[in-house]
């Protein structure tokens, strides 16, 4: 590689980071950077570990929570699920180590089951994903409380709990290797590549413009099906992390689906669908924990963290909103000479490309809900 | 006037529904020998009809302009604490303290609509972060109730006409307003149209951001209106009395069962009135019948689900006649449209 290429392949690192695609990479920085001035000690290995053992459930949810909403939909009914999987755990687990495998088989296959259901309304009776996972919200919570009597029973056998809360000891460097991180590491790759075949492909093209993806031969039922089913297998498996990490308390797991959202947002996922990348969804989770745990280290009390994580979506998707804006200068539309506007080559060079590619009105920032 | 035809037959497809949960609850009710339409029974569904029917109101409206209103339980806390705190139990302070709460409600419309519409934010995550924002200054600012609301607002409340109680009059009085203001005003006919579609409403010439703040701006006074309800039946204000009846999700869900597009540009007032009346009977029928609380969230989320279900079957086959019709639809349909032309 000679040199002018490394110059260009950095400023292009360094654009991309200023872009909404990548800010969320850009803000993890400063965030970690910020935490280790005000507390250098985070910045040992061993320390970061225990970090990303502590996004992983979130990082996890976050990462199944961006499939359904680049195809377009939402997941509400995520949190409920992780409360669900850590008291069936919980119940069905008990003190009996031996029962860990089939208990584990079972939830999988229960996950899988509500994102099916989940997936099929949404698909085939044609019901908004927002009210069909809010009523599964609501029913999956109710059902749960109802089945124990709304009280928290113990922890299941120490052996389960191992997943979210050991790991392997005495590694060279970091000391501690947790679980969780491994798990965390794996399922990006498994999500990575699943975007990169054809399935993440159409995933993207069902979230954009469904009757392109329609016309172009996706079964959209089954992608976006799909969709559910890894997004509550993702919840189930934050769920097994967290009996582990947290303990059994119907409380666990309660506005997941929320923090998923905003770290799926943050990541410069669009609400709506159609554009969005896996690795920013789990950096914009890292972002989410970074972000309340140099909030904890500057002794902000913990009320004030909603508030600030509120302000914080806001001008992270308003920058996004506002750059897109600014390069597309929502394309199809405003350069149409029809508009009897001035289309201003200047800014947006690569407007024609996108007026052929998208017919005007299919996408607005706003209705994609 | 197809568009007219059109939300009549929504409107009277949920009052069928509402008519069938009706007579259902009401054989239910008299299996376990009591009776559903005595003066007490009528005047506990009216009742609880009335705090999330304003705040349906308002939602719809933001849902007509495809948006989402998710800050409505904190702007409800904050309301009955804002009231309750400026009252403090004195009947001179009470019109003060309701311009008051309504000024503030209104500011905090103001900010989503102009997040959602000036800074181009969706507004699921505009809302969220205001919502968020409000949540923490509650909890940082309040640890229990506080304020105290005198006896005569408490009336408000507590008397009726009859078995219907004031505050659904009031309720139902603002819901004729609002559904006239979309019917007949300018600016309700362009929520629509904004709704439908943005792109073409903007080049039919609409400034696109003025509905859409303005409907956050009512959805937020109408949320402060629930706020200042509840704090007169509580005769305090409480920093969680919001988010405990959860009356984001459940605004939401009571629109879009009234028949109002979550994608927006289509709905009506009189639809999510008789949604949230299918709520108050639903809970009214499972409290009488002693349902475990637990399992009542089973069955409204089910019902939820299902209603719509039925519900977005019929409505989509009425709009694709309509499109099919006009002909001319194709080119700035939205994508549900598009779903459906397969």
Redesign the interface.
Same mark, same amino acid.
């Given at each position: 590689m000679n040199e002018r290429s490394i110059g260009q392949s950095l400023s292009r690192a360094g654009l991309t980071l200023v872009r909404p695609r990548g800010a969320v990479f850009l803000l993890l920085l400063v965030l970690l950077v910020w935490i280790t001035v005000l507390n250098p000690s985070f910045a040992e290995p061993g320390q970061l570990m225990r970090f990303i053992q502590r996004v992983a459930p979130v990082a996890i949810v976050a990462i199944g929570q961006y499939f359904v909403i680049v195809s377009g939909e939402f997941d509400l009914s995520m949190g409920s699920l992780v409360t669900a999987q850590v008291v069936i755990a919980g119940n069905l687990i008990g003190q009996d180590d031996s029962r860990s495998i089939p208990v584990l088989g079972f939830m999988l296959l229960f996950g899988a089951l509500i994102g099916l259901i989940n997936g099929l309304v949404t698909t085939l009776l044609r019901v908004p994903s927002f009210i069909v996972t809010l009523g599964m919200m609501l029913a999956l919570l109710g059902g749960i409380l109802f089945w124990t009597g709304g009280a928290a029973t113990g922890n299941p056998a120490d052996g389960f709990r191992q997943i979210g809360r050991g790991g392997i000891r005495d590694v060279p460097i970091i000391d501690f290797l947790p679980w969780s991180a491994l798990l965390l590491a794996v399922i990006l790759a498994a999500a990575i590549w699943f975007s990169r075949r054809p399935f993440g492909k159409s995933l993207i093209a069902v979230g954009d413009n469904v009757t392109m993806a329609r016309y172009a031969g996706v079964r959209v039922w089954w992608v976006k099906t799909s969709a559910f089913i890894l997004s509550s297998l993702s919840a189930t498996v934050a769920g097994v992390l967290l009996v582990g990490y947290a303990g059994v308390h119907p409380s666990v797991g309660r506005g997941y689906e929320f923090i998923a959202i905003t770290a799926v947002v943050l990541g410069g996922v669009v609400l709506g669908g159609g554009r969005g990348w896996v690795v920013a969804a789990a950096a914009g989770a890292f972002a989410l924990e970074a972000l309340f745990t140099l909030l904890n280290f500057a002794g902000v009390p913990s009320t004030m963290r909603d508030a600030i994580q509120g302000g914080i979506i806001i001008l992270a998707v308003a920058y996004s909103a506002t750059t897109f804006r600014a390069r597309r200068r929502r394309g199809p539309l405003e350069t149409s000479p029809a508009m009897g506007k001035r289309p201003d080559p200047t800014l947006d060079p690569v407007s024609p490309a996108l007026q052929d590619r998208e017919p005007a009105g299919q996408r607005t920032d706003n209705g994609g809900i | 006037m197809t568009t007219r035809r059109l939300r009549l037959d929504n409107t009277v497809i949920v009052l069928f529904a509402l008519i069938g949960v009706i007579i259902i609850g009401a054989v239910l009710v008299s299996t376990v020998g009591r009776n559903f339409f005595s003066d007490g029974n009528i005047r506990d569904i009216l009742t609880g009809m009335s705090v999330l029917g304003f705040v349906a109101i308002g939602q719809t409206l933001v849902i007509l302009c #495809?948006?989402?209103d998710l800050s409505v339980p904190y702007v409800v806390s904050l309301s009955s604490l804002i009231a309750a705190e400026t009252m403090q139990g004195r009947q001179e302070n009470i019109l003060w303290a309701v311009i008051l709460t309504l000024l503030v409600a209104a500011a905090i419309g103001l900010a989503n609509g102009v997040?959602?519409a000036g800074?181009? /934010?969706?507004? %699921?995550? +505009?809302t969220?972060?205001?919502?968020?924002?409000?949540?923490?200054?509650l909890? $940082?600012e309040y640890k229990g109730t506080a304020g105290s609301v005198p006896w005569e607002f408490q009336l408000v409340g507590a008397s009726g006409l009859g078995p219907v109680p004031i505050s659904t009059i009031i309720m139902v009085g603002l819901a004729v307003l609002v559904a006239l203001f979309l019917r007949k005003t300018r600016t309700g006919h362009h929520m629509f149209a904004v709704g439908g *579609?943005? #792109?073409?409403s903007?080049?039919s010439g609409l400034r696109t951001w003025q509905p859409?703040v303005v409907a956050h701006v009512m959805c937020s006074v109408m949320a402060a209106l629930a706020g200042l309800l509840l704090a007169s039946r509580l005769g305090v204000g409480s920093p969680t009395v919001g988010s405990q009846g959860g009356y984001d999700?459940l605004s @939401?869900?009571a629109v879009?069962l009234g028949g109002t597009l979550?994608?927006?540009g289509r709905g009506s007032i009189w639809g999510t009135i008789g949604g949230v009346a299918i709520f108050a009977v639903l809970d009214n029928v499972m409290s009488v019948m002693q349902v *475990?609380p %637990?399992?009542?969230?089973? /069955?409204?989320? @089910?019902v939820?689900?299902a209603a719509? =279900?039925i519900y977005?079957?019929r409505a @989509?086959e009425r709009r694709r006649a309509r499109f099919s019709k006009d002909a001319s639809g194709s =080119?700035? $349909?939205?994508?549900v449209d +598009?779903?459906v +032309?397969?």
């Open positions: - | #495809a948006s989402l997040i959602v800074l181009k /934010v969706n507004g %699921f995550i +505009a969220l972060g205001v919502g968020l924002i409000i949540k923490g200054y909890a $940082t *579609n943005p #792109a073409v903007r080049l859409v999700l @939401i869900a879009v979550l994608l927006g *475990n %637990f399992l009542k969230d089973v /069955v409204r989320g @089910i939820i689900v719509v =279900a977005t079957g @989509i =080119a700035g $349909t939205p994508p +598009a779903e +032309a397969r």
